[in-house]
């Protein structure tokens, strides 16, 4: 390259810079479905032209860019990247008949994020040397990890909330002893059922960091979480913070974009409209061998089509080591034939909800679940496992009635029947019930992409916070 050439080059990164004098540095919790819900925020904020920085540990940020949903090589080359050095962990293997709180084997990469605290306060120091503002956004549960932002004049923090404003709402009530002021029209389960001590003790740390921020987002829509939303503000008057709620962050078209259909898209083609039901439980939910049996068997037996993408639960590193492979009952591939297809690795879920397909979702009512269901209007079967899965199948299938429970949190202890599954899926995808949950689930959807386009509500509040940040 010629000297004139670097001269031109340094000059556009002076005025780039010039231009932008916000910068925005994003701060992902390690499980996958936090690691995705960031990543597409980012993805948001840059088209904004505002540069973005996504930092986390080497193996975590390369997970993310591996397993890249709804977003396009062109949203990700405008993200910048800056891994550090990845923290040593144990990495235990998926235990698939441990209870149902929150997976064990995350646990040793969650605690060793914070050793990450110093290398991230080098970071941000040095970015503020660099950008007028620096904006960050982090997890609630990165906290302590980039405390040190209050130190820093020209920086300020937002927390960026991947649960449900429902959610959010009982589990803090629950933290903290203090009654919920949710009116709903059935006992939700106790929030001692969902968490495991070890994640009580992680969350504990972060709650006197988190009183320096200057704001939240929610990654939620007012369209079905208004009343909730209000009473998280309300919760916030004293302390002037402002809020946005700029949910669902993901594209809403369907797989026709992708530079590479997936071969189950494909499968997908050749069916009916309306004639699949979607099996998936996430990253963080491990069957045992029995479980796998009698979904299988239910499957079988309800004679609907099927996609099930059956994978473990994600290890701290998802790189390391072999991934345990379910068994499925013997000759149960070959004799559903055509009628079903079983998918063993990752699968671009918004796409294949988004397909013509899709009647219904059967789903451990994960939150990036969730917002994936509402957006592309799919009615589910919710199966909940732990954390706030519990009480987003309650908003699914008792207040917003886009769904049913496939077996009551009670009877979580339990392995769910054969029979169960079959009645379930043909209550869901074979009946006037269904139909109408359906009708309740595309009527939703409809209004959900709505406030996602241009003069949308959830745009509006996005362009808001942009302007909040920019001013």
């Known amino acids: 390259m010629s000297s004139k050439d670097d001269h031109q ?36 904020i840059s088209s904004y032209g505002l540069p973005v920085y996504y930092v986390g540990s080497a193996v975590h940020n390369r997970q993310a860019r591996h397993r890249v949903n709804a977003i396009t ?43 990450l605290r110093r290398p991230m306060a080098d970071f941000l120091k040095n970015m503020a040397e660099k950008f007028k503002r620096v904006v960050v956004v982090h997890d609630p549960l990165m906290a302590v990890v980039i405390q040190d932002v209050a130190e820093i004049h020209n920086a300020e923090s937002y927390a960026f909330n991947c649960i449900s404003a429902f959610s959010q709402i009982t589990i ?6 203090n009654p919920s002021p949710l009116q709903h ?7 001692e059922e969902w968490f495991s001590q070890e994640i009580e003790n992680f969350v504990a740390k972060q709650l006197e960091p988190l009183n320096h921020r200057s704001g939240n987002i929610h990654n939620t829509f007012r369209l079905i979480e208004a009343p909730y939303l209000e009473i998280l503000e309300r919760e916030e008057l004293n302390s002037s913070r402002p809020s946005w709620a700029i949910g669902p962050m993901l594209p809403t078209s369907s797989a026709d974009k992708l530079e590479k259909r997936h071969e189950c898209l494909k499968w997908l083609d050749k069916q009916d409209s309306k004639s699949v039901i979607y099996v998936s439980f996430g990253t963080t939910v491990s069957f045992s061998d029995e479980q796998i049996n009698e979904l299988a068997y239910g499957l079988e037996q309800s004679k609907v089509r099927f996609l099930w993408v059956l994978r473990d639960a994600d290890k701290g590193d ?55 269901s509402f957006t592309m209007g799919v009615a589910m079967a919710a199966w909940p496992m732990h954390s706030d899965q519990p009480t987003n199948a309650a908003l699914v299938a008792d207040i917003l ?12 202890g339990e392995v769910v029947k054969a029979s169960t599954v079959e009645n379930v899926v043909r209550r869901l995808m074979a009946s006037e019930e269904g139909d109408e949950l359906r009708r309740k689930a595309e009527e939703l959807g409809a209004a959900v992409r709505r406030s996602t386009e241009p003069g949308g509500a959830s745009r509006l509040e996005l362009d808001s916070f942009i302007a909040y940040i920019t001013r």
């Open 172 to 177: 803090m009530c629950g933290f903290l002893g």
């Open 73 to 115: 090589p062109q949203n990700l080359v405008q993200i910048n990247f800056h891994d550090f050095p990845t923290p040593p962990f144990l990495s235990p293997p998926p235990n698939p008949n441990s209870t149902n709180k929150y997976p064990a084997q995350l646990q040793p990469a969650m605690d060793a994020t914070l050793s």
């Open 9 to 44: 080059k340094n000059e556009g990164t002076t005025t780039a810079t010039k231009q932008a004098p916000v910068a925005v540095v994003t701060v992902p919790l390690t499980a996958q479905g936090h690691l995705n819900q960031m990543l597409q925020f980012s993805c948001l």
């Open 185 to 191: 029209p059935k006992e939700l389960p106790p929030y």
């Open 401 to 412: 009635k886009t769904g049913i429970v496939v077996r009551e949190w009670k009877q979580r």
């Open 318 to 372: 998802v790189f390391d080591g072999e991934v345990r492979r379910a068994e499925l009952p013997e000759g149960l591939e070959e004799r559903v034939g055509g009628e079903g297809m079983v998918v063993r690795e990752w699968a671009p879920q918004p796409q294949i909800l988004a397909h013509e397909s899709i009647g219904g979702f059967m789903s451990h009512c994960g939150w990036n679940s969730c917002l994936e």
